[in-house]
C-alpha cells in the first residue's frame, strides 16, 4: 500500500454486535455448519447475502452492552471481525474514563495481554502482568509492590486474553488455558474476556468457569456505512483538517465509496468484515481504485493479507514463504472451481498440497498452518474446508489460470466455457490481473462467441486495467457488443455499468440489429425512457421486414411495452409490420405486440386502441396462431375496452379456445393460459369445468 497514516481508534471504532450462543450451540464449533453434504458453487452464491445472518442480526446486541450484562465473555469471530480492535477500543476509553465502567463500585482498570506476546516457558503472575500488557518494564516498576494483585482481588480489573488463536494448539492447551483458569480462580470477582477465531476455540472449554461465548456478527449494511465514513473521517483528520471540515467531507468520501459497490453482491458481503472494508477504503481512498471495476486489486490485498502478510505485521512469523501459501491454495481454488464445489474434503486438499510441495511431511505441517493461522482456508466443520469467502475462491482460480496450473486449465478452454457458471467470475478476475494486450485477447475472443451474455463481456472489459478503457475504438465495440448480447443472469445488472450517456445512442442503435430478442439493449432502454431515440424505433418498426424477426421483436417489444399513446397511435397504421413473422414461440409480430400492449398500464388512450385493434385484427385473420404469449399476458386495464376492442377479444378467446386442446402445452401452461382467457369472458379462474375436462380428453388421446 501506498500510506502508513496512523488514525486515531476512537474516530475509527464502530461498536459490533454479538449473539450469545447457547450450551447446546456448542456441540460444534461456532462457525460450522451440521450440513454433511459439501456445497456446490451455485448454492454457495445462492447464500451469499443471505442465509443465517439475518437472523442472527435479529437477535444481537452490542458488544458493550453484553460486556455490561455478563462478567465473563468470550468473544468468537472471524479474522478482521473486530474482536482485536473492540479490546484496544475498550482498555482506551475505560482508561481514560471516556466510557465508565464500574467494578467494585469504581471506575474499572482495563488490563490487556496478548496472547502472541506471552512467552509460553515464562507465563506473568502479579506485577509482570502490567509488563506485559504495557510491553514496559520501568512502567512497571512504577507500580507499588503488590498493587495490582489487590485490585485483581477486589474485582476492580477487566482482564482481556486477546488471540487466544494465536499460539500453536499444543502449547495453548498444555500451557495457556492452564494459567489462564488458575487466574480466573485466583480473582473470581474481576470481570474477564476472551477473543479467539472459531479454529483456535475449542466450544465450551470455559463453561465450568461460567463464561458466556459470543459469536462476533458482521457489520450490518448501517454499520458498514457508518464505518466507511468513520474510516475516511479519521484520515482527514490524521492529515491535521479541521473536525467540521473531516467530519463533513469524510461522510462524503464514505458514501461515494458504499455507493460503488451497492450493486456488486460479492463485494458487498465482502464489505461487512471490518478489516475488508478497511481494505476496500483503502484501494477506493490511496489506490485511486474503483470498485467493482477494480476489484482484483482488493482480492490481491486481502488474500495476501490474510495469507501472509497481515500476521507478518502482527510479528507473528511462519516456516513457510508466502509464494508456498500462494501456490498451494490457488491450485486448491482452481481444483474446487473445476470440480464445481464451494467446499472440500481435507482428503483432496491434503492430496493437492502433496501434489506441489512434493513432501508429505511439509505438505501436512503448511496445511495445519492455513487452517489454524490464516483465515483464508477454513475447516468450516470436521473434515470439510472452504475458502472464507467464495469470491477469495474464484481470484485464486482466475489468478492459477493466468500464472500456471497443474491442471492444465487454460484462458482458452474457459472462453469455451464461458456460459458454464464456473467461469464467469474467473475470466472477469483473469482480465483484471493480466496485462492490457492479453486482457482484449480475451475480450476480442467474448466477442466472437455467438453466445456471450452481456453480463460476462462487459464486467471482462470493466475488470481490466484503464489502458484498454483509453481505446475509444475498442470501447465503443465493446459497448455495441455488450448491447446486441443476449442478458443473462445474475448479476448482469450489476456488472454492466457504462456511463448512462455514453451507452444510450449506442443501446438505440444496437436494437434490432440483432438475430435476439431479449438483448441487452432491450432492457437498458426499458429503464432509461427518456433516452429512447422514439422517432428511429417507429422507422425500424415501420421496415421491420429488413430486420430479422427477433431484433424485430425487441423493436416490437420496446414500443408496445413502454411507448406512450402517441407513439402507438404512429405504429398502428403499420399493419404490414404486424403481419411480419415473430420471434420464437410467436407466429406473427402481432402476437408479440399483443403481449406486450397488456403490460402498458399507462397506454389507455385513442392510440393504444388503435394498436390492440390492428394487432388483434392480424392475429385473428392469421392462418396459425401461437398460444403461448398468452401465458405472458397481463390483465387488461379495466378502461382500456371499447366495444370494439371487447369484440375483438371475444373472438381471440373463443379461437384461443378451441386451439388448445390441440397444443403440446403441459398442464401448468394450460391452466395459466384458460386463467387469462377467462378474464376476458367472465368466466371463473382456470375456465370452465367443461373446458378443462376437454383439453384434458385431447390430451389424453394424443399420448
Known amino acids: ?23 447446546s450451540d456448542s456441540k460444534m464449533p461456532i462457525g460450522t455448519s451440521e450440513a454433511l453434504e459439501l456445497m456446490p458453487l451455485s448454492r454457495a452464491r445462492e447464500v451469499l447475502d443471505h442465509g443465517e445472518r439475518e437472523k442472527k442480526e435479529a437477535n444481537g446486541i452490542p458488544i458493550l452492552q453484553q460486556v455490561r450484562q455478563r462478567p465473563r465473555n468470550v468473544i468468537v469471530g472471524s479474522p478482521g471481525g473486530g474482536k482485536s480492535t473492540f479490546l484496544e477500543w475498550f482498555q482506551l476509553k475505560v482508561a ?24 509460553p516457558n515464562d507465563l506473568p503472575i502479579g506485577s509482570a502482568m502490567i509488563e506485559r500488557a504495557t510491553e514496559s518494564r520501568d512502567f512497571a516498576s512504577l507500580t507499588p509492590s503488590g498493587w495490582l494483585d489487590r485490585q485483581m482481588s477486589n474485582g476492580r480489573v477487566a482482564f482481556m486474553l486477546d488471540g487466544l488463536d494465536e499460539v500453536d494448539p499444543e502449547i495453548c492447551d498444555k500451557r495457556i488455558l492452564p494459567w489462564f483458569r488458575r487466574v480466573c480462580r485466583q480473582y473470581p470477582k474481576c470481570a474477564f474476556m476472551v477473543s479467539s477465531r472459531p479454529v483456535g476455540y475449542p466450544a465450551g472449554i470455559f463453561r465450568r468457569l461460567e463464561f458466556s461465548e459470543c459469536e462476533l456478527l458482521d457489520f450490518t449494511e448501517i454499520q458498514t456505512a457508518e464505518y466507511a465514513r468513520h474510516w475516511c473521517t479519521a484520515i482527514r483528520l490524521a492529515r491535521n483538517e479541521t473536525s467540521a471540515e473531516a467530519k463533513r467531507e469524510g461522510a462524503k468520501d464514505g458514501d461515494q465509496i458504499i455507493a460503488g459497490f451497492e450493486g456488486h453482491p460479492y463485494i458487498r458481503s465482502l464489505a461487512r468484515n471490518p478489516l475488508m472494508l478497511s481494505a476496500i477504503c483503502l484501494v477506493n481512498y490511496f489506490e485511486g481504485g ?23 505485521r502482527r510479528g507473528i512469523l511462519s516456516e513457510f514463504s508466502f509464494d508456498e501459501k500462494l501456490r498451494v491454495t490457488r491450485e486448491v481454488a482452481l481444483q474446487m472451481q473445476l470440480r464445481d464445489r464451494a467446499e472440500y474434503e481435507v482428503e483432496a486438499v491434503q492430496e493437492v498440497f502433496f501434489s506441489v510441495l512434493k513432501d ?11 487452517r489454524y493461522r490464516t483465515g483464508l482456508l477454513l475447516e468450516r466443520r470436521p473434515g470439510v474446508f472452504a475458502f472464507a469467502h467464495l469470491t477469495f475462491q474464484e481470484y485464486l482460480a482466475a489468478r492459477a489460470v ?14 469455451r466455457e464461458h456460459r458454464d457458471a464456473r467461469w464467469r467470475e474467473v475470466i472477469a478476475l483473469y482480465c483484471g490481473l493480466a496485462p492490457a494486450p492479453a486482457a482484449r485477447t480475451v475480450i476480442e475472443a467474448l466477442i466472437n462467441q455467438p453466445d456471450v451474455q452481456a453480463g460476462l463481456l462487459a464486467d471482462a472489459y470493466l475488470s481490466a486495467g484503464p489502458e484498454l478503457g483509453q481505446e475509444s475504438k475498442f470501447r465503443r465495440k465493446v459497448m455495441a457488443a455488450v448491447a446486441k448480447a443476449e442478458v443473462g443472469g445474475w448479476p448482469d445488472s450489476q456488472s454492466i455499468r457504462f456511463p448512462v450517456e455514453e451507452f444510450a445512442p449506442i443501446a438505440n442503435e444496437a436494437l434490432g440489429h440483432s438475430a435476439r430478442r431479449n438483448v441487452y439493449a432491450f432492457s437498458w432502454l426499458a429503464t432509461h425512457l427518456t433516452l ?21 421483436g425487441g423493436v416490437n417489444m420496446l414500443i408496445h411495452y413502454r411507448g406512450s399513446d402517441r407513439i402507438l397511435a404512429e405504429v398502428a397504421q403499420y399493419s404490414a409490420s404486424y403481419r411480419l413473422p415473430g420471434p420464437r414461440d410467436y407466429e406473427t409480430q402481432a402476437e408479440q405486440a399483443l403481449e406486450a400492449l397488456t403490460h402498458n398500464q399507462t397506454a389507455t388512450g385513442p392510440g393504444a386502441q388503435a394498436a390492440y385493434t390492428q394487432a388483434l385484427t392480424v392475429v385473428l385473420a392469421s392462418p396459425r396462431m401461437g398460444l403461448r404469449w398468452l401465458e405472458a399476458s397481463a390483465p387488461l386495464p379495466d378502461m382500456l375496452p371499447c366495444e370494439k376492442l371487447r369484440l375483438l377479444f371475444e373472438r381471440l378467446s373463443q379461437r384461443a379456445r378451441l386451439e388448445l386442446p390441440k397444443a403440446e402445452l403441459n398442464e401448468e401452461t394450460s391452466n395459466r393460459i384458460l386463467k387469462w382467457l377467462a378474464s376476458l369472458s367472465g368466466l371463473h379462474a382456470g375456465g370452465s369445468a367443461e373446458e378443462r375436462r376437454a383439453v384434458a380428453g385431447v390430451r389424453k388421446k394424443s399420448a
Open 532 to 552: 429512447i431515440d422514439w422517432k428511429s424505433m417507429v422507422e425500424r418498426f415501420r421496415s421491420a421486414s429488413s430486420l430479422h424477426p427477433d431484433g424485430a
Open 96 to 119: 481514560s474514563a471516556e466510557e465508565e465502567f464500574v467494578l467494585a463500585g469504581q471506575q474499572a482498570i482495563p488490563l490487556l495481554l496478548r496472547v502472541r506476546q506471552l512467552d
Open 402 to 415: 493466468y500464472e500456471g496450473n497443474q491442471a492444465g486449465i487454460s484462458i482458452e478452454r474457459l472462453i
Open 290 to 312: 474503483q470498485l467493482p471495476k477494480d476489484r482484483a486489486v482488493l482480492y490481491r490485498l486481502c488474500v495476501e493479507g490474510l495469507l501472509h502478510n497481515w500476521d507478518q
Open 1 to 23: 500500500m501506498t500510506t502508513n497514516v496512523a488514525v486515531d481508534l476512537r474516530e475509527l471504532f464502530v461498536m459490533p454486535n454479538v449473539v450469545e450462543r447457547t450450551p
Open 360 to 370: 508429505p511431511e511439509r505438505a501436512s505441517s503448511l496445511l495445519q498452518h492455513v
